[in-house]
């Protein structure tokens, strides 16, 4: 009797020993496989658009690389490593660039327009592309700075920045072919960009809303339009007074063909809604350094220090927060937009996205 029972206690703890492995066993292999397909950066899912988040795909090498950047630039690395970082934000350019199934979104050719784009600092070999809506005015001071016009920035009136018949700074398409390619092989390059979506926003509210450099032509001229194709319903009269809802700035530009069309007759006033790719080739354009908008202060540091320039200027201060993303933000200005236009407008931009380490605003798309 007393054997009969050692006997069943002695099962009873082996099958209790089975058990507990087998529930270590099923834990380790699902952390493995969360690990393994789900990458998570401000709390975004790298799921492609389109499918629900609960699903998992393979993720492809520049995605890799754009989480590993992420999770680098999430630890905040001191400014003297920052090195790493932009060297992986050029090797995911490098690799967005080889993606055929991409190309027509991030190719293009260096015309007179990308070439316009692009301005020189000859006294210190330093090629800058400028990206409106991303802080490009503080960028251009440090250069009027350099060439010497002006000893610090804070000496530069406002007006004189954006005025490029008397602010000093040459663009590269004012010279011969020789000198351009000359300066594109041998300057250091470099530009900044910002998450296509809240650029866009940005885009928006300086020209539509607020218009705070008295550029009557963008209300006046452009919005009606815009108002007139993109807008459901509206009255013929008075389009002007009743300004450019976001909702019509977003199905023009997610309207490919016709928008083409449309830009024809804005001339360059559109460069602030035009893609980075279409404003600086950075597929066919080695640029040194790709600064991010969001890390504006460690990138600012590196590109004076990498460029070599630490000890003769200054990046104006950046008040704090004002460069840090805005989910909320985005999340209200589309919450009226219907997916529809959503998924086009990405579709246009999505060769930014993907070129600069941005994840899909699948927030917005799903």
């Known amino acids: 009797m007393c054997g009969a029972m050692r006997h069943h206690w002695l099962l009873l703890g082996a099958c209790g020993w089975v058990v507990l492995i087998?529930?270590?066993?099923?834990?380790?292999?699902?952390?493995?496989?969360?690990?393994?397909?789900?990458?998570?950066?401000?709390?975004?899912s790298w799921t492609s658009p389109g499918v629900n988040g609960d699903k998992t795909r393979p993720v492809s090498s520049h995605e890799k690389l754009s989480l590993s950047l992420r999770e680098k630039l999430s630890e905040d690395p001191p400014v003297s490593d920052w090195q790493s970082v932009t060297d992986e934000r050029i090797e995911?350019?490098?690799s967005v660039c080889k993606n055929n199934s991409l190309r027509n979104l991030t190719h293009v050719s260096v015309s007179k327009f990308v070439l316009d784009r692009i301005f020189v600092c000859d006294k210190h070999k330093i090629l800058f592309c400028q990206t409106p809506k991303v802080g490009n005015t503080q960028w251009k001071k440090v250069l009027i700075v350099l060439n010497g016009a002006f000893?610090?920035?804070?000496?530069?009136?406002?007006?004189?920045?954006?005025?490029?018949?008397?602010?000093?700074?040459?663009?590269?398409?004012?010279?011969?072919?020789?000198?351009?390619?000359?300066?594109?092989?041998?300057?250091?390059?470099?530009?900044?960009?910002?998450?296509?979506?809240?650029?866009?926003?940005?885009?928006?509210?300086?020209k539509f809303v607020k218009n705070p450099r008295f550029e009557p032509w963008y209300k006046h001229d452009i919005a009606p339009v815009i108002i007139r194709k993109y807008r459901k319903s509206h009255r013929s009269t008075g389009l002007a007074a009743s300004g450019l809802h976001f909702e019509d700035f977003v199905r023009y530009l997610g309207d490919a063909d016709g928008r083409r069309r449309m830009d024809r007759q804005f001339g360059e006033h559109i460069i602030h809604w035009v893609t980075y790719a279409e404003l600086c080739a950075p597929c066919e354009i080695h640029y040194n350094v790709v600064g991010h908008h969001e890390t504006l202060e460690q990138d600012a540091a590196h590109i004076l220090r990498a460029a070599g320039i630490d000890r003769l200027v200054s990046y104006p201060a950046i008040p704090p927060g004002i460069t840090r993303y805005n989910r909320t933000k985005v999340e209200r200005y589309?919450?009226?937009?219907?997916?529809?236009?959503?998924?086009?407008?990405?579709?246009?931009?999505?060769?930014?996205?993907?070129?600069?380490?941005?994840?899909?605003?699948d927030f917005l798309l799903n």
């Open 22 to 44: 087998l529930l270590f066993v099923s834990r380790l292999i699902s952390f493995r496989a969360v690990n393994d397909y789900e990458g998570k950066f401000g709390g975004q």
């Open 151 to 206: 000893s610090t920035v804070d000496e530069i009136p406002e007006n004189l920045v954006h005025d490029h018949e008397k602010n000093g700074l040459p663009r590269l398409s004012s010279l011969t072919p020789q000198e351009i390619t000359h300066r594109l092989n041998t300057y250091f390059k470099f530009l900044i960009v910002r998450d296509p979506f809240e650029r866009l926003i940005s885009a928006f509210k300086d």
């Open 334 to 361: 589309f919450a009226a937009i219907s997916k529809r236009d959503i998924r086009r407008l990405y579709a246009r931009y999505q060769g930014d996205f993907h070129l600069f380490g941005y994840p899909s605003p």
């Open 92 to 94: 995911l350019l490098s």
